[in-house]
């Protein structure tokens, strides 16, 4: 599965932009399929950031959805405002 195929969209929640504040922590809907290796290998290579841990679970709706902690060195509000969230 390639990078495209891992990640869906960020996901912009209350709770997520407090562990982005917070905690270091993005959040992603992710193919239902994808592992956390693949999931910490597409954001690693997507954002050249160090992934320091992923967490998933399935959300009510049947997706699936991963909080991934970054690195010391990395900054998670630097990441999202790439993407164009904020």
Known sequence: M????????P????????DLDFENK??????IDATKG?????????FDVVV???NTQITP???KKAIIELGPDDD?????????VF
């Open 52 to 54: 320091a841990g992923v």
């Open 11 to 18: 996901l912009v929640t209350e709770k997520a932009m407090n």
């Open 61 to 63: 709706q049947g997706r």
């Open 2 to 9: 390639t990078d495209v195929d891992v990640l869906a969209y």
């Open 76 to 84: 998670a509000e630097e990441v999202i405002s790439r993407i164009g």
């Open 38 to 46: 693949e999931i910490a290998e597409a954001i690693s290579s997507r």
């Open 26 to 31: 993005l959040a992603f809907v992710v193919h």
